[in-house]
Nanobody
Framework: QVQLVESGGGLVQAGGSLRLSCAAS????????MGWFRQAPGKERDFVAS????????YYADSVKGRFTISRDNAKNTVYLQMNSLKPEDTDVYYC??????????????????WGQGTQVNVSS
């Protein structure tokens, strides 16, 4: 059974940092683009960042560009989201997601086949 499990969320003060991890099991995702999305209660799930499978090309939402960094360790089947200079508006549930093998990275929620259960990030002012 394929599983994506996020960890690393929590409570942090504005200006602080958190590092989210997403560990995959059940199959290897070394050939699949991975992404991070976030969602507030009652709102749509928004794209945060994605990373390609081949060259590690990265893409970011404008709201996090320069503050967040997505990376992956294919040997560990894990993708990370380093979040720096956090703001209260970054408070959300963060989800990792995976596309199919050899696909292109995408900013669209519907393009992803596998999803984690989410991890809560709270940023206090």
């Amino acid at each position: 059974q394929v599983q994506l499990v996020e960890s690393g969320g929590g409570l942090v003060q504005a200006g602080g940092s958190l590092r989210l991890s997403c560990a995959a099991s059940g199959r290897t995702f070394s050939n699949a683009p991975m992404g991070w999305f976030r969602q507030a209660p009652g709102k749509e799930r928004d794209f945060v960042a994605s990373i390609s499978w081949c060259r590690g090309s990265t893409y970011y939402a404008d709201s996090v560009k320069g503050r967040f960094t997505i990376s992956r360790d294919n040997a560990k089947n894990t993708v990370y989201l380093q979040m720096n200079s956090l703001k209260p508006e970054d408070t959300d549930v963060y989800y990792c997601a995976a596309r199919g093998n050899f696909d292109y990275p995408s900013k669209q929620e519907y393009a992803y086949n596998y999803w984690g259960q989410g991890t809560q990030v709270n940023v206090s002012s």
